[in-house]
């Protein structure tokens, strides 16, 4: 299977601890999104990386949200310190290149309950 | 200016009847609008898409229309199948923006047998 991947597909953490989540995107895309969808809601861009680079962050909380795309291995979506309103599905979209002609795929998404 | 706003938030059609999803944008820098299609527990897919310099784009029984004058496209599903049952998604992005997605709200569309 040669699409987006992400893990874990659920997640469950209790207040105040962190949460690692990960995506491996498509091959041979090397551009990554990382959405929140609340539930009942549509879904909110959060950060764009390329490799080693984050492009745009303007989506993202500015405390205890952190995104990394290193030069190997996937994606972490890093959310520190959890608070009960950090539990949603986080998707991550990978794409060949910048731009909109390039479409975005996602994965399956995590979902994270937090207790 | 970023929002993309998308009506209704739900929709039951009789099998073989039309759905019609509508979505308004504001920012005129948006340069591509994308149609996903989510069931539960999964990822949103891509379902079509469409860019300014058309009007009409048709795949299949899913078309669709855009109004650049107005600001605003649609999504019509065709002869409509309960498996079409699923959450939509009508989305825009700009060039200048990186491509990252503004989504509406969304619609949940029911088809019934």
């Known amino acids: 299977n040669a699409g987006v991947m992400q893990n874990p597909r659920h997640l469950v953490r209790r207040r105040g601890q962190e949460a690692r989540l990960r995506c491996s995107p498509m091959?041979?895309?090397?551009?990554v999104y990382w959405y929140r969808q609340l539930p009942e809601e549509g879904l909110k861009f959060m950060v764009y990386?390329?490799?080693?680079?984050?492009?745009?962050e303007s989506g993202m909380p500015k405390e205890r949200f952190s995104a990394e795309f290193p030069k190997e291995g996937p994606s972490i979506l890093r959310i520190q310190q959890v608070v009960r309103g950090d539990s949603a599905a986080y998707f991550c979209?990978?794409?060949?290149?910048?731009?909109?002609?390039?479409?975005?795929?996602f994965g399956p998404g995590t979902r994270l309950t937090v207790t | 200016q970023q929002q993309v706003k998308q009506s209704p938030q739900s929709l039951i059609v009789q099998k073989g009847g039309i759905s019609i999803i509508n979505c308004a944008y504001e920012?005129?820098?948006?340069?591509?609008f994308p149609w996903y299609q989510q069931f539960p527990g999964k990822g949103p897919a891509l379902l079509i898409a469409?860019?300014?310099?058309?009007s009409e784009k048709k795949e299949g029984r899913f078309t669709i229309s855009f109004n650049k004058s107005a600001k605003q496209f649609s999504l019509h599903i065709m002869d409509s199948q309960p498996g079409d049952s699923a959450t939509y998604f009508c989305?825009?992005?700009?060039?200048?923006?990186?491509?990252?997605?503004?989504f509406g709200e969304g619609t949940q569309l029911t088809v019934n047998p």
């Open positions: 469409i860019r300014p310099d058309v």
């Open positions: 990386l390329q490799k080693e680079n984050i492009i745009d």
């Open positions: 091959k041979g895309h090397s551009h």
């Open positions: 920012n005129t820098a948006f340069d591509y």
């Open positions: 989305a825009a992005s700009a060039e200048t923006s990186g491509s990252r997605l503004t």
């Open positions: 979209a990978s794409s060949q290149s910048a731009g909109s002609s390039y479409e975005q795929y």
